[in-house]
Structures are given as C-alpha cells and as structure tokens.
C-alpha cells in the first residue's frame, strides 16, 4: 500500500534563505508526482508536476526532483519570500492497478520571516 | 477562464439537516473530483468522475454521502443527514483526462453543529 510521508510537518525560515522540502513514498511504482500549494482558507494551486520519466521539473524559483528508486522528491524553493508562506502538500498518482487515485501527504506548514 | 467554481464557500448548518455542495468544473475538463479535508486525517478522495460517469466512490464514506454529475459543467455532493463529524473543508478539482494536473476549487468549509 503506498503511503505518502512529509517532514517536518512544519518549517519556519528567514527570508532570503534557500529551503528544501521533503516528500517520501513507500511504492517505487509511480505514474507521476504532483507538488501543490495551499494558503490559509484556500484551496491548492498546483506547482509542478513530475512524470515517472522525469527527473526534475522547474517553475520560476521552484525546482522539483524526483528519485523513484529511493522513494523521494524534493521541493527546492530559492531565496524564500514572506509570500511563499503556505502549506506545500505532494501527492503520488501509482502506475499500475486497479487504484490509481493520488495518495496525499499531510503537507509542510512553512513560514517565511521577513 | 474562471476556475474551478464550488459554492456555497461556507455552510453552517444543524446535524440531520440536508446539505448540497456544488460545483462547476473548467470548461473542457472531462475527470471531476471531489475531495474533503480535515486536520486530523489530511485530503480524502471522496469520488470521481470520468465524462459525468461516476468511476470509483470508495472513498465515500456512508450511505449519507451521495454525488452527481448531470452534465459536463456541474456537479453535486449532497449529505443527508448531517452529522457533526462531516465538519470539513470539501474541495473539488477537476483535469483534463483522470491521470493529469488537477486543478482545485476554492473550497467550501461545512460546520455541521
């Protein structure tokens, strides 16, 4: 059964620093990857996202990776700003079954200080 | 285009009251989705539709919960009855094609009291 983990579960950094989130899955067997974004009281915005092929995909100051043999994928967002503030929640689409719906982590709580 | 548009944005209502959530996909998306949030247990797909036709409503969790799709641009979750334990933010997404880029609604945030 695929399980999706996010750590930390909350993040709080000065602004200008260069972060890293975290994403692990149990289940190799992905079809894609989805990084999104929620604001307080909104809903997601999708960020990127990231075919089983793919190594990594890029959006302005977002950079995703995804490294399927080692269950992980990575959230590199470059010189934090107060507006990056929000959760970041990644979800795993598996590639082959009858159950192919995303599998959601919890997310990371992040809070850019000015 | 405007979105993904979910209405009522917050609905207060009692326990055993009818509640009908709605939504209205982006035009040209054929996979509509409806999820429900709440801190304890994250997002939960709670159905989803593949060209109005209802393909895996496991996550639905009773027989309380029931969702439609009637036409291509509208969709809606009803609960009858209510109960508290179904106070949540529910969102819907909807993409282009079951395995592609979902794109959220805003959400409506139910209070069943």
């Known amino acids: 059964k695929q399980e999706v983990t996010q750590i930390p579960a909350a993040l709080s950094v000065p602004e200008g620093e260069n972060l890293v989130l975290n994403c692990s899955f149990t289940d190799s067997a992905i079809y894609n990857l989805q990084w999104f974004r929620q604001d307080p009281g909104k809903g997601l915005t999708s960020l990127l996202l990231i075919q089983s092929s793919q190594r990594e995909q890029t959006s302005g100051r977002l950079n995703a990776s995804l490294d399927k043999s080692s269950g992980r994928s990575t959230l590199y967002i470059a010189a934090s700003q107060p507006g990056d503030s929000a959760t970041y929640l990644c979800a795993v689409r598996p590639a082959a079954g009858n159950n192919r719906k995303l599998i959601w982590g919890l997310g990371t709580s992040l809070a850019v200080n000015p | ?113």
Not at chain 2, 3 to 29: A, F, Y
Not at chain 2, 80 to 104: I, K, L
């Open chain 2, 1 to 113: 285009d405007a979105g993904v548009i979910q209405s009522p944005r917050h609905e207060v209502t009692e326990m055993g009251q009818e509640v009908t959530l709605r939504c209205k996909p982006i035009s040209g998306h054929n996979s509509l989705f409806w999820y429900r949030q709440t801190m304890m247990r994250g997002l939960e797909l709670l159905i989803y539709f593949n060209n109005n036709v209802p393909i895996d409503d496991s996550g639905m969790p009773e027989d309380r919960f029931s969702a439609k799709m009637p036409n291509a641009s509208f969709s809606t979750l009803k609960i009858q009855p209510s109960e508290p334990r179904d106070s949540a933010v529910y969102f819907c997404a909807s993409s282009f094609g079951e395995d592609n880029e979902q794109f959220f609604g805003p959400g409506t945030r139910l209070t069943v009291l």
